[in-house]
């Protein structure tokens, strides 16, 4: 699917830090033997997940909340300002 979108090469690819292996080691392999080169991607980031109050967010625990709700409680620029100044790679833990 992203070669069709990107073309044979990605310069950046992202996915959570539990993905490593054996999901993008295997993405990674599948994409370059079909393309038939390796280097499929430059770099490739491993996110921490977002916890909210200690549990992981996830749909199917119910314990998520939309970036539209979350406006509505708290001011945009403080969102801006939890996210920046957290480590893209480590858990980020969310409690209002």
């Not at 996915?15 to 054996?22: A, E, K, S």
């Not at 990674?28 to 770099?43: L, P, T």
Request: glycine share 8%; aromatic share 12%.
């Amino acid at each position: 699917m992203a070669g069709a979108l990107f073309g044979k090469q990605l310069d950046i690819h992202s996915g959570g830090i539990d993905l490593i292996f054996p999901h993008h080691e295997n993405e990674i392999a599948q994409s370059e033997a079909h393309n038939n080169q390796g280097d499929w991607v430059k770099y490739f980031i491993h996110v921490g997940h977002l916890h909210i109050k200690g549990c992981k967010m996830s749909r199917s625990l119910k314990n998520f909340i939309t970036i539209k709700t979350l406006v509505k409680e708290v001011q945009p620029r403080v969102i801006k300002l939890f996210f920046f100044m957290h480590r893209y790679d480590v858990e980020l833990d969310y409690d209002p």
